[in-house]
């Protein structure tokens, strides 16, 4: 059967979390893109409406309570360096309610608020994808 995004295209999402001018980001620490700062996403899984996914992602991902959410576009990454090919769906929230906190340690280092316009790098393909819609 294969794996999503290694054996063939992965189906994605990707939600932009705003508060105060500022975006949320998490530090990854595993592929596609180790060591960089992302928005919050993950797969869709079969059956999963994607709107669905995207808020549950986050959900698993901050701890903060995803209010409502609006469709920006799609995106395809194709990342040479760790041999993956996703197409997302992005999203984003100016809704969240709570204080992100780190809820998968073994997957993201660090997160937290940024100004828009001073981002940490490197930035993953995925973020700068979703900055040309927030932008």
């Known amino acids: 059967m294969g794996l999503p995004g290694l054996d063939f295209p992965g189906l994605g999402v990707g939600i932009a979390i705003l508060r105060d001018g ?24 079969h059956m999963e409406p994607a709107e669905h996914a995207a808020r549950r992602e986050a959900e698993e991902e901050t701890g903060l309570s995803i209010g409502s959410i609006r469709h920006l ?8 360096a760790d041999g993956q090919h996703w197409v997302s769906l992005l999203y984003v929230c100016d809704d969240a309610k709570g204080e ?16 828009l316009h001073d981002l940490p790098q490197p930035l993953s393909v995925f973020t700068t994808a979703v900055l040309a819609y927030l932008r």
């Not at 992100?100 to 100004?115: A, N, Q």
């Open 22 to 45: 500022k975006l949320l980001l998490c530090r990854r620490m595993k592929a596609p893109e180790a060591g960089h700062w992302n928005i919050v996403g993950g797969k869709v899984e």
């Open 100 to 115: 992100p906190r780190l809820t998968e340690p073994d997957k993201l280092s660090d997160i937290g608020w940024f100004d």
């Open 73 to 80: 576009g799609v995106t395809e990454q194709r990342i040479e």
